[in-house]
């Protein structure tokens, strides 16, 4: 059962990992995006931009605890 309890912990891991780094780069591609459209803007969306980086790392911090939750109980 140690085994299994080490996989999926990798798994969780490596997955909620994976689509933080997706999401961050949709995240400042898209604020360059925007900045590059309307300089103007560009105070305005590097907050909004900071915003959401942040909540998308709580993503990576969810998972490993999900994972330590897997390795516990193994």
């Not at 689509?19 to 590059?36: H, T």
């Amino acid at each position: 059962m140690g085994a299994l309890a080490l996989v999926a912990a990798g798994i969780v891991f490596g997955l909620g990992a994976l689509g933080a780094g997706i999401g961050n780069g949709l995240i400042v591609g898209r604020a360059i995006e925007g900045i590059s459209r309307q300089p103007e803007l560009r105070g305005t969306l590097q907050t909004t931009m900071f915003l959401g980086i942040g909540f998308v790392e709580a993503l990576p911090v969810v998972s490993l605890v999900l994972a330590f939750i897997f390795l516990g109980n193994a």
